[in-house]
């Protein structure tokens, strides 16, 4: 998996660069935290499917 991702940001509102912060094994899957390179915007993926950033 990459260090960084180009998304959506939904603070910034325009597509910005996202930079993988932390990784670990959990019970779900993998677990990964990014984060907004411009304003610091942070969300965790679990395993590609489940997302608490906004859709």
Known sequence: MSMEIE????S??????????????????????????ECGYGYIQIDGDISTAEA
């Open 12 to 37: 910034c509102g325009e597509t910005a660069t996202f930079w993988k912060t932390a990784y670990m094994e959990i019970h779900l899957g993998k677990k990964t935290k990014w984060r907004c390179a």
């Open 7 to 10: 998304r959506e940001c939904p």
